[in-house]
Nanobody
Framework: QVQLVESGGGLVQPGGSLRLSCVASGSVSSISAMGWYRQMPGLELELVAT???????RYIPSVEGRFTITRDNDKNTVDLQMNSLRPEDTAVYYC?????????????WGQGTQVTVSS
């Protein structure tokens, strides 16, 4: 069984920083794309950033230059460094990864971690 476990959310003041981490555990054979999504109150799930297994990254315009996504293929982890945080970054953040096991490949999701940006 595969699990994605996130950590690192919390409360931060505007302009501050947080680092989110996510680790894939269990019967992982391969991981292709990994990413972070967020859901703001009353809104749909939104892609924030992705990284493929070659290290190519993509960001939505509102976080470009402030957020950095990285991954460690040996440790099956993906991190999101968030700097210059704004109140509009407040959301539940979810880790996502497309993971292959011995029998199939599919999308997996973490449980979500709350990020609140407020003074």
């Amino acid at each position: 069984q595969v699990q994605l476990v996130e950590s690192g959310g919390g409360l931060v003041q505007p302009g501050g920083s947080l680092r989110l981490s996510c680790v894939a555990s269990g019967s992982v054979s391969s991981i292709s794309a990994m990413g972070w999504y967020r859901q703001m109150p009353g809104l749909e799930l939104e892609l924030v950033a992705t990284i493929n297994n070659g290290g190519t990254t993509r960001y939505i315009p509102s976080v470009e230059g402030r957020f950095t996504i990285t991954r460690d293929n040996d440790k099956n982890t993906v991190d999101l460094q968030m700097n210059s945080l704004r109140p509009e970054d407040t959301a539940v953040y979810y880790c996502n990864a497309y993971i292959g096991t011995r029998f199939y490949e599919k999308d997996y999701w973490g449980q979500g971690t709350q990020v609140t940006v407020s003074s």
